[in-house]
């Protein structure tokens, strides 16, 4: 049975903040979030979240949904780069170059839930666009494949060792698409969390299922599968995930 978060946890969380203790802050997050309608409940709700999280753990978040930003110049300006939502191929070529740039040169990289639409059949039939290829490598050689239905189900955590997951619990309960992929990532990456299959349905069961993982080859990568409701902003154990993940993204 999924175990409700109470009301009376709830408040803790807003009046007392998402603080860590001894953290060092002060640097800067660019978070790019898509336009997809499919995403615009939870787009709606997050650039207060991320400025509230940036402003209680000492670092400055510029949010927008406007591609654009997505150059050399700008990003030389961020230690962390947050891609909310925003699938790869709603970038243009010279984005996607620049963004690959940013995360070869140790950068910080926070992909949520629809960052990880890899793939080429999202370019179209006619599409004359390159495949970003780097892209799919960066996440893991996996390509992504249509999601079940949205429901609740259990985020298990494998990994306490990692900076990102270290303060979560064993296991959480989070609503969400539960995106699933050709084939799990595992040996291309270090898995940090499963989905557990057994508390949902699935569309197409992948078994051994990573839901969060980070590519070491690169050195500063985490990719955070679930996030798709403006619920999960709220819920205690995704807040402490995103707020760690961009923690140690920035973290020298």
């Known amino acids: 049975m999924k175990k409700a ?3 009376s946890a709830l408040i803790i969380l807003i009046l ?11 640097f800067k997050v660019l978070v790019v979030a898509s336009q997809a309608k499919d995403h615009w409940k939870s787009i709606s709700v997050a650039k207060s979240f991320f400025e509230r999280l940036g402003a209680e753990n000492h670092f400055s978040v510029d949010f927008t949904d ?8 700008n990003l030389a300006n961020y230690q962390v780069f947050v891609m909310f939502h925003l699938a ?5 070529a010279s984005q996607q170059a620049a963004l690959q740039k940013f995360a070869e040169q140790g950068k910080g990289w926070v992909g949520i839930h629809a960052a990880g639409l890899t793939g080429n059949q999202f370019l179209g039939p006619n599409s004359k666009a390159p495949y970003w290829q780097w892209f799919e490598t960066f996440m893991g050689g996996v390509t992504y494949s249509p999601h079940p239905a949205f429901q609740d189900g259990m ?3 494998e990994d306490h060792n990692h900076p990102a997951t270290k303060n979560l619990p064993a296991k959480f ?11 799990s990532p595992r040996g291309n990456v270090r898995v940090l969390a499963t989905a557990d299959e057994s508390t949902y349905k699935q569309n197409k069961p992948m078994g051994d299922h990573p839901i969060i ?3 070491e ?9 679930v996030g798709h409701s403006p619920t999960a902003l709220t819920n205690p154990s995704y807040i402490i995930l995103i707020r760690d993940a961009i923690l140690w993204a920035a973290s020298k």
């Open 16 to 26: 007392f903040g998402f603080k860590v203790s001894g953290q060092t802050g002060n």
């Open 155 to 157: 985020v298990v955590v």
């Open 66 to 73: 406007d591609t654009s930003k997505i150059n050399d110049t």
């Open 88 to 92: 790869p191929f709603d970038m243009s």
């Open 217 to 225: 080859n690169f050195r500063r990568m985490i990719y955070i599968g």
């Open 213 to 215: 993982w980070t590519n």
């Open 5 to 7: 978060f109470s009301t």
């Open 173 to 183: 309960w989070i609503s969400d698409e539960w995106y699933e992929y050709n084939k």
